[in-house]
């Protein structure tokens, strides 16, 4: 099973969070879930709660916790993978039975954190050590540690680039556009794959949001009433691409028939060139590669094709973040699993992501934006809960597929109405929204 979100918690859904009354685990007292000074001061059996039912089911995430348990060998790691990871721990956390660590839910607004999930410190403490530590910031203490990161942008066949004649990444949407031109008239490739039968991979769009302007703080700034899909806007950029991608037809024909890990085998042989994706792809496309005899170095990962100063810009934004239930009886040695798996199993090296701690180097996969000097910028999360606030009042989701899969509909005329009128129609809806919530 491959992995079915995108780094910024793609599923994000209104819910309404209940903590029922203190009958599982323990008791929610509100303390510092702190690591252990001597690994001999963690014991117990511990439950991890993963949406990696692949990493579960062939062993790897057991062989992370034998790894672990060579320096914490009193504690005992247990795993319950999860397929369908957001619906299943939603229903949960309405008692307090929901795992020792757990993934922190899209779907739990991040103002309630202090609810469900015990403290791990100062947003001090842990900012200077961990990146994407403000996304689980409330009120100056953090309250989820990142798995890990990701960078936006398109993994794409080089061989099949190559053969079309483009040698160079594209610097604007236009010449973007016109490379998968190239593409449809001189190769026998699919220029562009929307995944839009499994529909989450088009939530990965809204993470270039900054990689258009060069700015870390993009996302805060639609916290009011500012039109996100205006003439020039991010929004208006980066949806303009996709609209033109499948209004040329430079994507699959019927898009109800993709097919998520058929493509992966795809775009390795080259059937596809392109797919708008988080840099955590590379790997699983690579493998693909590998696996159906292809070769692996094929797999490239380009930038959002706009610059700034020359400059290309990939916004950092975290996948899902590692919490203590608020109720564990066992603070400390959930503590322990969390900082050891992000410090020293090497699991986002392995996976080729982005890691959490700012001291570690940057993996292999995104070695092409390094060589050519693309500027990382780690997307601001301050004012995340009331952007989310606005966008589920205004029922849009800019984490959820649904309007992409409607923008996708209109420019294959499967929908009635202008480009120009669709982003009007969610101006309207947003900015009537801001009035409202958010504040």
């Known amino acids: 099973?491959?992995?079915?979100?995108?780094?910024?918690?793609?599923?994000?859904?209104?819910?309404?969070?209940?903590?029922?009354?203190?009958?599982?685990?323990?008791?929610?007292t509100g303390e510092t879930a702190n690591a252990p000074a001597d690994p001999a001061d963690a014991s117990g059996t511990i439950k991890v709660l993963t949406h990696r039912t692949d990493?579960?089911?062939?062993?790897?995430?057991?062989?992370?916790?034998?790894?672990?348990?060579?320096?914490?060998?009193?504690?005992?790691?247990?795993?319950?993978?999860?397929t369908d990871y957001e619906g299943e721990v939603k229903i949960r956390m309405n008692t307090d039975d929901y795992g020792d660590v757990l993934m922190i839910p899209a779907a739990v607004a991040k103002n309630d954190y202090p609810k469900f999930f015990a403290p791990l410190g100062s947003a001090g403490e842990l900012g200077g050590k961990y990146r994407f530590s403000d996304k689980a910031e409330v009120a100056g203490k953090v309250y989820g540690i990142s798995t890990f990161g990701t960078a936006n942008g398109f993994v794409y066949n080089k061989a099949v680039w190559?053969?079309?004649?483009?040698?160079?990444?594209?610097?604007?949407?236009?010449?973007?556009?016109?490379d998968l031109r190239?593409?449809?008239?001189?190769?026998?490739?699919?220029?562009?794959?929307?995944?839009?039968?499994?529909?989450?991979?088009?939530?990965?769009?809204?993470?270039?949001?900054?990689?258009?302007?060069?700015?870390?703080?993009?996302?805060?700034?639609?916290?009011?009433?500012?039109?996100?899909?205006?003439?020039?806007?991010?929004?208006?950029?980066?949806d303009s691409v996709l609209y033109g991608i499948v209004?040329?037809?430079?994507?699959?024909k019927d898009p109800n028939t993709t097919n998520w890990e058929a493509s992966k085998g795809m775009l390795a042989k080259g059937e596809i060139a392109t797919m708008q994706l988080g840099s955590w792809a590379i790997s699983q496309m690579r493998a693909a590669a590998e696996k159906g005899g292809t070769d692996p170095d094929a797999i490239g990962f380009m930038p959002f094709p706009v610059q700034k100063g020359g400059k290309y810009c990939a916004v950092l934004a975290s996948d899902y973040q590692q919490a203590?239930?608020?109720h564990s009886e066992h603070k400390t040695a959930a503590r322990a699993w969390i900082d050891w798996?992000?410090?020293?199993?090497?699991?986002?090296?392995?996976?080729?992501?982005?890691?959490?701690?700012?001291?570690?180097?940057?993996?292999?996969?995104?070695?092409?934006?390094?060589?050519?000097?693309?500027?990382?910028?780690?997307?601001?999360?301050?004012?995340?809960?009331?952007v989310n606030a606005i966008d589920n009042a205004a029922e849009i989701g800019l984490n959820k597929p649904d309007y992409r899969q409607q923008l996708v509909d209109l420019a294959r005329s499967a929908r009635?109405?202008?480009?120009?009128?669709?982003?009007?129609d969610l101006d309207k809806r947003w900015n009537e929204a801001a009035a409202t919530a958010g504040s």
Do not use: H
């Not at 099973?1 to 929610?28: D, H, P, W, Y």
């Not at 916790?65 to 914490?72: C, G, L, R």
């Not at 009635?416 to 009007?424: I, T, V, W």
């Open 1 to 28: 099973m491959g992995k079915k979100k995108t780094l910024t918690g793609a599923l994000l859904a209104a819910a309404v969070m209940t903590v029922a009354g203190c009958s599982g685990q323990g008791t929610a």
């Open 55 to 82: 990493l579960v089911q062939d062993g790897t995430m057991d062989k992370y916790a034998a790894e672990f348990n060579e320096t914490y060998p009193e504690v005992k790691v247990k795993f319950e993978a999860l």
């Open 162 to 178: 190559k053969k079309a004649g483009i040698t160079d990444w594209p610097t604007t949407p236009e010449e973007f556009l016109d």
């Open 182 to 238: 190239a593409i449809e008239a001189r190769t026998d490739s699919l220029p562009y794959y929307t995944n839009f039968k499994d529909a989450w991979p088009l939530t990965a769009w809204s993470n270039s949001i900054g990689s258009v302007t060069c700015d870390a703080k993009a996302n805060d700034k639609l916290g009011g009433a500012v039109s996100p899909w205006k003439r020039g806007s991010e929004l208006n950029t980066i």
């Open 247 to 252: 209004k040329e037809g430079l994507s699959e």
């Open 324 to 326: 203590v239930n608020i």
């Open 341 to 386: 798996f992000t410090e020293k199993s090497g699991f986002s090296a392995k996976e080729g992501a982005v890691p959490a701690l700012k001291t570690a180097p940057m993996p292999s996969t995104l070695q092409d934006f390094v060589d050519n000097d693309v500027s990382f910028l780690e997307r601001s999360e301050a004012n995340t809960g009331q």
């Open 416 to 424: 009635k109405g202008s480009l120009e009128d669709f982003f009007a």
